[in-house]
C-alpha cells in the first residue's frame, strides 16, 4: 500500500519529464464546463421560478406599488438559495460528475504513460474506443451505486453505540477501495481482462487497490475544493495506479495473487 501512495509522488516527476503536462489540459476543460452548466442551469431555474411567481405577486393587491420590489427581492432569494444548493450539490456529487465526464481522457492518459513505459499498446479503433468508453462509464456508474450503498449502510452504523465508532473509519476505506478500483481498471481494461477478472483482481490486491485510492478519497473530503479539483487528482492517480502496475508487468494479468 504504501508503494501505491508513493507512486502519487513519482507521477507527477514522471509527467514533467516525459513532457504528459498538458493532460492538465483535460481537467480543467471539464471542471470549467461542469461550472459552467451548473451557473446556468440554476441561473434558467431562477428566471423559471420568478416568471411563475410573477403572475401571483401581481394578483396580490395589497402589495400596491411595491410589486416590483418585492419581485426583485424573491428574485434574489431564490438566486442565494439555488446557488447554495449549487454548492453543496457540487460538494457531494460534482466529483463523481466529473470523474464520469473524465472516464475516456483518463483511459487515453493510461495508454500514454503506459506507452513511456514501455508496454504494448494495442492499435486504436472506434470500436475499441467505443467498447472502452461504455465500459469506464457502466463501471464508474456501478460502483457509485455499490460505493453508496456501503456508505449509507456505515452511517447506519454510525447510530449503534461504540461500534458506530468505526464508521468513519470504514466510509474512507470503502471510499479509497473503489476509487482506487477504478483508476486501476483503466490499465487492466487496456490488458484484455473483462469486467469480472478485473473485480477479482482489484479485490485480490485490495491493499494495492485501497492505497491508489486512499490519497484521492482524502483530497475528496476537502468541502468544496476536494471535489471542484477531483479532475486533477484523478489524472495523478490514474498515472500513479499505471506506474505502479506496469512497473509489475506480469501483476495485471493474473488474479489469483
Keep these: 500500500m504504501i508503494e501505491s501512495i508513493r507512486a502519487y509522488f513519482k507521477s507527477l516527476s514522471f509527467m514533467r519529464q516525459n513532457g504528459l503536462m498538458w493532460l492538465f489540459w483535460f481537467p480543467i476543460v471539464i471542471t470549467a464546463l461542469v461550472l459552467y452548466g ?31 420590489t418585492i419581485g426583485a427581492i424573491l428574485y434574489w432569494i431564490i438566486w442565494i438559495i439555488l446557488r447554495i444548493a449549487l454548492y453543496f450539490l457540487m460538494a457531494f456529487v460534482g466529483g463523481s460528475v466529473i470523474l464520469l465526464l473524465m472516464s475516456p481522457l483518463l483511459t487515453y492518459a493510461s495508454e500514454l504513460v503506459a506507452e513511456k513505459l514501455g508496454a504494448d499498446i494495442p492499435p486504436f479503433s ?33 447510530f449503534i453505540p461504540f461500534v458506530g465508532l468505526a464508521s468513519p473509519v ?14 486501476i481498471d483503466y490499465s487492466l481494461e487496456r490488458k484484455g481482462l473483462t469486467a469480472s477478472d478485473s473485480g477479482s483482481f482489484v479485490w485480490k490486491n485490495k491493499f494495492k487497490t485501497i492505497g491508489i485510492g486512499a490519497p484521492f478519497a482524502f483530497w475528496m473530503l476537502i468541502p468544496f475544493i476536494g471535489p ?9 492517480a490514474t498515472v500513479a495506479s499505471t506506474i505502479s502496475l506496469e512497473s509489475e508487468s506480469s501483476t495485471p494479468l493474473r488474479t489469483d495473487l
Design 228 to 236: 471542484i479539483t477531483s479532475g486533477f487528482v484523478a489524472l495523478i
Design 170 to 183: 470504514l466510509m474512507f476505506v470503502i471510499g479509497a477501495y473503489f476509487f482506487g478500483y477504478n483508476f
Design 38 to 68: 451548473g451557473i446556468e442551469i440554476t441561473s434558467m431555474a431562477t428566471d423559471a421560478i420568478t416568471s411563475y411567481l410573477k403572475d401571483w405577486i401581481e394578483s396580490i393587491e395589497w402589495f400596491g406599488d411595491h410589486t416590483a
Design 126 to 158: 472506434i470500436e475499441r474506443f467505443l467498447h472502452d468508453l461504455a465500459r469506464a462509464a457502466w463501471l464508474a456508474m456501478k460502483n457509485g451505486v455499490i460505493q453508496f450503498g456501503l456508505t449509507l449502510a456505515c452511517i447506519l452504523i454510525g
